[in-house]
């Protein structure tokens, strides 16, 4: 496995992956703060099939669906992955959302979706009092799955989606 800190602008994002990629045993690909994602995005699918990695996760930047400029970059890091990836590697693009977005999240997701096609959900923050129903909205309407969710700030925390469990915690069951 291999992580890549396609996150060159935000301060301390390399630095807090290298922290994530250290506690779950893994090498993280980066460059400098500043350089193209796609180019790190590039450099990570190279790494991965010369190592024979089975699964690599490319970290990006957080983006506005409001801003073309970096929804444009996005764009550019998912076309660079799956060309490079092609024929090699299956290249799946999730849209992570935060369990307290409302009724915006889906306009987001729509957006992402209608320019990366993307094949999931990974929804956070479900460990304080937000119950996340808006993910159910976005698998809904864009017929896409919830792969995962967040229930904690531990590699643990990240768990695989369970519909019934989740429906219940939704109603307060």
Known sequence: MLIGSADTFRAAAIEQLDIWAERAGVDVIKRDRGADPASVS?????????????????????????????????????????????????????????????????????EFHAKLDLDGVVLTKLDGTAKGGIAVAISRELKIPIVRIGVGETLEDLKPFDALEFANALIGR
């Open 42 to 110: 590039y450099e990570v699918v190279e790494k991965a099939q010369a190592q024979g990695a089975d699964l690599v996760l490319i970290d990006t930047a957080g983006r506005l669906h409001t801003s073309d400029d970096l929804m444009r970059e996005l764009q550019k890091v998912v076309n660079v992955t799956r060309k490079r990836a092609d024929g090699w590697m299956t290249v799946k693009t999730v849209l992570v959302i935060d369990a307290t977005t409302g009724q915006n999240g889906l306009t987001q997701a729509y």
